[in-house]
């Protein structure tokens, strides 16, 4: 079931769209409408560009050279760099919490297959991310 209705008030489908749009469309100008969540969003959208060749490292180094990233469409690489984001730079956010909330977010952007191939990198990802930080 898809919850298209609330997707433009959710923080991360925000994010995501953000992302999308500077990443791919360098011209693009960051805007940050009013927003219960405007400074989570301006925080995750802003550090995640500010450290994108290091998420990209971090990326590359977790997942292998499998090049599973440099396979994947640009809106799940997205989601990648802003989840990996958080699970580096919020500790204060559950592991789990991240995850739920970018696969419910996904849904939004992706098919069924690709979201729980999502679930199983992201909790990969966020497990190897967090130990070595811990």
Known sequence: MRAYSQSKNNARVIIIQKLYG???????????PKHRFKKF????VL?????????LDELNSKLGNQ???????????T???????????????????????????SNFFLEDSQTKYLNVLLDDLGKKLRSKNA
Request: no cysteine.
């Open 67 to 77: 090049s599973i990233f440099k396979k994947s469409d640009k809106i799940f690489q």
């Open 79 to 105: 989601i990648l760099k802003a989840a990996t984001y958080e699970f580096m730079y919020k500790p204060n956010l559950s592991i789990n919490i991240i995850i739920k909330e970018y696969l419910n977010s």
């Open 22 to 32: 500077k990443f791919f469309n360098e011209d693009n100008d960051l805007d940050f």
């Open 47 to 55: 550090g995640t560009i500010e450290r994108n060749d290091l998420i």
């Open 41 to 44: 969003i301006k925080d995750i």
